[in-house]
């Protein structure tokens, strides 16, 4: 490839960058990240007034009440079309945990029940459970020194 | 013949009937009435993804046999490969025949690749009748390079759609409508680009690099083919192309396309850039080019398969993506 070449492939390589639209998507995944925490409050309240469970039964509840609904909807093929429109607003809240696991153990069915739901299920969700796991530790670490 | 540095000029090696096998969506799109066999399901009768593209290969093989009035024993090879880790879509696929097999790899580009080794082995005079084939399927590609299918996590318009398709052609040395008069093969090119979810531009500059070859070798331009095709670039690589042959000052705007735009309508279909995939070149070429050649649309065309070289823990590396592009003449022969 000769100099002329080069530089034009620097060059055009700098024009056609393609631009990603952060505004709009920042505002979709503000819209559809609230809606789904809306959603898991209205569950919270109806827990607590129509069950009367104490508030944090209802927030437990709650929670697995929305894990088997990503899972649902990622069994059903809807996760990942709302997520194409959400981005970040259907990845962040539970249901974005429960579709990431809920999505590997589907794809890995085909490599048997051990080699493949076991073993993939947390292939994506692992990275969430580890700095989970890392930032409670050093957070708790940080309220236990200063006495909190 | 030897022509310039990296090009051989062919002069007794015919293209026969193709078979295209093609998914649900490929089936929907645009050239779906140009396909053998299509499929409504993802899993094509299957009951894996990996089986289900086995299957389309099967397929595709199996028309370009029916096609040809040929049977596998008259078969000298068949050269193809696939995504797969250690290609085993093709691997696999001729266990249940008996042809002599070569697997090779090129990425995307496996479909020029196979044509330029069959060819060269046809040239060799010793081998008479090859089939190149090559397949891809969206659902085994994307858990291999990207992420399980029904993960939510939102994908960038320049990501490519791996295209559920599989395609085979016979070569040979007894004359038909078609010829293959010649070939360059690419270098692997690296433009320092690292962005797997925008392949497209990370492949135009070794597209450009073997196109720039290709004129140069066998002192040709653009108006010299009815048509210019690129395998996959799609159209954030295609936007790239047209813009780097500007900057030296060759217009290919007006005769170039790409087959991962010809395969599916991106306004009417979820593609993101386009199609791609080793399935899209070689479904577009031989399932409609083929035809368009042969219904004398096209007199000479120009295909440029091109292949990303990537795998996912080179990636994760920081590495940059290369990219290889590998161009073949076909047109018609006697007139």
Known sequence: MNEEMKSAIEKVKKETKPKRNVLINTAKAFFVGGLICLIAQIIIEILKQQFLLDKEMANSVAIAIMVFLGSLLTG???YDKIGQFAGAGTIVPITGFANSMTSA????????IILGIFTNMFKIAGSVLVVGIISAFIFGSIRFLLGI | MKLGKQSISFDTIYLGQAGVAAGPKEKQGPLGSYF?????????GADTWEKAEMQLMRDAIDHCLLKNNIGSGEIDCFVGGDLNNQIIIGSYVMRDYDIPTLGIFGACSTSVEGLIVAAGMIAGGSFHRVIAGTSSHNATSERQFRYPTEYGGQKPDTLTFTSTVAGAVLLTDTPTDLRLSGVTVGKVTDAKLNDPLDLGRAMAPAALSTIAAHFSDFNTKPEDYDLIVTGDLSYFGKDMLVKLFKEINIDIADRYNDCGLLLYDRDKQEVFAGGSGCGCCAAVTYGHLLA???DKTYKKILVVATGALLNSIIVAQKETIPGIAHAAIIERSGD
């Open chain 1, 76 to 78: 059903l093929g809807i």
């Open chain 1, 105 to 112: 153990a589907l794809e890995a069915k085909s490599e048997g």
């Open chain 2, 36 to 44: 053998d066999q299509v499929y409504d399901d993802l899993y094509c």
């Open chain 2, 292 to 294: 368009k050649l042969r």
